[in-house]
T-cell receptor, first 115, second 113 residues
């Protein structure tokens, strides 16, 4: 089991640039979650998908943030334009089908630094 | 490594001692709880979970206790080892939601050899 795979592991970009973070969930999982982690706010849910459909995006900070899940094995989180306050570690997680009460499996995150 | 611990509560224990990490949750409608361990530079890793119809659940060297009356969750680690050093998060799932978890702020566990 390869686990949840995220890329890149680190991203350094300048303010105003577009950033795209990528995630491959565990094969067979039908729910996918994007979280952001900062020292000040901890782990915050940004958006999640069930069966590739966005269910709740109320955690997305602004219109600069967008997420897509074109198929069951791939999702992207895009920030355009990026700002220094977007600097954080972004995690993707997935969950298996059928059980609402089951744990999320996290990737190792993308550390984003916006200068 | 990941610097999530700068403002976190810290628990320092001696190797071989037992550790108890506490968590208060806020929503009485939460019906599922999970403990995660996060090591530097890695994502949260599942340790143990418990449903609200239980008070206690045991795993290998870990025990989770749930007190719904005071909305309190604890994680007990027996015979703590240096490899247990990490940040520990509790997470809750609110009944009626679709499985997204709400995380606590975390506790940093430091094990002294």
């Amino acid at each position: 089991d390869a686990g949840v795979i995220q890329s890149p592991r680190h991203e350094v970009t300048e303010m105003g640039q577009e950033v795209t973070l990528r995630c491959k969930p565990i094969s067979g999982h039908n729910s996918l979650f994007w979280y952001r982690q900062t020292m000040m706010r901890g782990l915050e849910l940004l958006i999640y998908f069930n069966n590739n459909v966005p269910i709740d995006d109320s955690g997305m900070p602004e219109d600069r943030f967008s997420a897509k899940m074109p198929n069951a094995s791939f999702s992207t989180l895009k920030i355009q334009p990026s700002e220094p306050r977007d600097s954080a570690v972004y995690f993707c997680a997935s969950k298996g089908q059928g059980a609402r009460n089951s744990p999320l499996h996290f990737g190792n995150g993308t550390r984003l630094t916006v200068t | 490594g990941e610097s999530v611990g700068l403002h976190l509560p810290t628990l320092s224990v001696q190797e071989g001692d037992n550790s108890i990490i506490n968590c208060a949750y806020s929503n009485s409608a939460s019906d599922y709880f999970i403990w995660y361990k996060q090591e530097s530079g890695k994502g949260p890793q599942f340790i143990i979970d418990i449903r609200s119809n239980m008070d206690k659940r045991q795993g290998q060297r870990v025990t989770v206790l749930l007190n719904k009356t005071v909305k309190h969750l604890s994680l007990q680690i027996a015979a703590t080892q240096p490899g247990d050093s990490a940040v520990y998060f509790c997470a809750e799932n609110i009944r009626g939601s679709q499985g997204n978890l709400i995380f606590g702020k975390g506790t940093k566990l430091s094990v002294k050899p």
